[in-house]
């Protein structure tokens, strides 16, 4: 049997797994208790835990506390599969009288680790060329349609949020609803000849520069690396589909805060969301 120590990628699934598991559970019963942001940063968390094996930690805070002659309880760190330094040799490595020799057990849980970072790698690179060429194409077909109140209105919302980015507004007949595409240079898409009263652009472009403000785009590319790594574990898709829900909720939720209560219930708001 493989040990479940052994696989390190295994440890990153399932405290990334739990982690999210307890989210949803209190999700459940807890909405109302709790803002957007603070869901949203949860959610962040579980990414990390996906990402970084924070288990096996553990051992190298031991060795830390050591050299800082530091006592801790010594059934904290008490583990059956540990000898001195080396984590689970029994299990792992065998050896001999003058070299080591790595069992099945280490050969079959380093190759799922290289076989999973080989295909996050090509998988990656397909999505970024894909990204890539309809980023292009949309932009190619872009144009800038400057109109002097709504550029004022963007240019006040961008200085607002101390966004400091190079972020450039476009209108395009080949979208449908605005979006922002972008890490470096920030580029906000509208529908051409979208017919929008000024406070639903100011709600929309306030909303669009959030994303910004927040490094959205860059979140999700980093779910879309935990589902690669994790490709086995289906349970990353959800958590995927969750942080693009909440994005745009916390997103709604910041841009709200703006208006006061006469605007919000005349139902541009509404009309915006929708």
């Avoid at 060329?129 to 194409?137: D, H, L, P, Q, S």
């Avoid at 800038?144 to 980015?165: C, G, P, R, S, V």
């Avoid at 979208?194 to 406070?199: C, G, S, V």
């Avoid at 690669?228 to 574990?233: D, P």
Wanted: some cysteine; hydrophobic content about 45%.
């Amino acid at each position: 049997m493989i040990s479940l120590q052994s696989n390190i990628l295994f440890i990153m699934s399932l405290s990334g797994t739990v982690l999210f598991i307890l989210y949803v559970v209190t999700s459940l019963y807890t909405q109302t208790h709790f803002t957007a942001k603070w869901r949203y940063n949860v959610l962040k968390v579980c990414l990390l835990f996906y990402l970084f094996p924070f288990p096996e930690f553990r051992y190298c805070m031991q060795d830390v506390l050591e050299v800082l002659h530091i006592n801790i309880p010594y059934h904290w760190w008490n583990n059956e599969d540990v000898v001195g330094n080396m984590k689970f040799i029994r299990n792992t490595i065998h050896i001999g009288s003058d070299r080591w020799i790595l069992s099945d057990v280490v050969k079959y849980a380093w190759g799922i680790v290289i076989f999973s970072g080989v295909t996050a790698v090509i998988v990656i690179i397909i999505q970024a060329v894909k990204y890539f060429a309809a980023r292009k194409g949309v932009l190619r077909h872009s144009i800038l349609h400057e109109n002097q109140e709504q550029t004022a209105i963007f240019k006040k919302i961008k200085k607002e949020l101390h966004i400091k980015n190079n972020v450039q507004l476009v209108y395009s007949e080949n979208c449908v609803s605005p979006f922002t595409t972008g890490v470096f240079s920030p580029v906000i898409v509208l529908p051409y000849n979208a017919k929008n009263t000024t406070e639903q652009f100011d709600f929309i472009i306030r909303h669009e520069l959030t994303h910004i403000k927040n490094k959205d785009f860059i979140v999700k590319f980093i779910a879309i690396v935990v589902i690669v790594l994790h490709w086995f574990n289906p349970i990353c898709i959800l958590l995927y589909f969750e942080l693009c829900s909440m994005s745009e909720i916390y997103c709604d939720s910041e841009t709200v805060k703006q208006y006061d209560e006469d605007i919000l219930y005349g139902g541009f708001i509404c009309q915006c969301i929708c």
